[in-house]
C-alpha cells in the first residue's frame, strides 16, 4: 500500500501529505489501520532523525 523506500526520500513534511493522499485511494483501509501506519511512520520518522543528529554531531 505505502513504499517505505519512497516515502523516506520524501521531506518530512511531504510524507503526511502522501498518507492523506493514499488514504483518500484506499478508502476501504479503516482508520485505525491508517493509524497504525501513521504511527509506524512516525516511529521510522524519528529513528532516521535521530541516526541523522548523530552523524552530524560526529563531525
Sequence with gaps: MINLYELNRLLPC????????????????TNQKFMKILLNMNLLLFLKNLSLMSKKSRH
Design 14 to 29: 511531504q510524507i503526511f501529505y502522501t498518507l492523506l493522499i493514499t488514504k483518500q485511494k484506499f478508502k476501504k483501509c
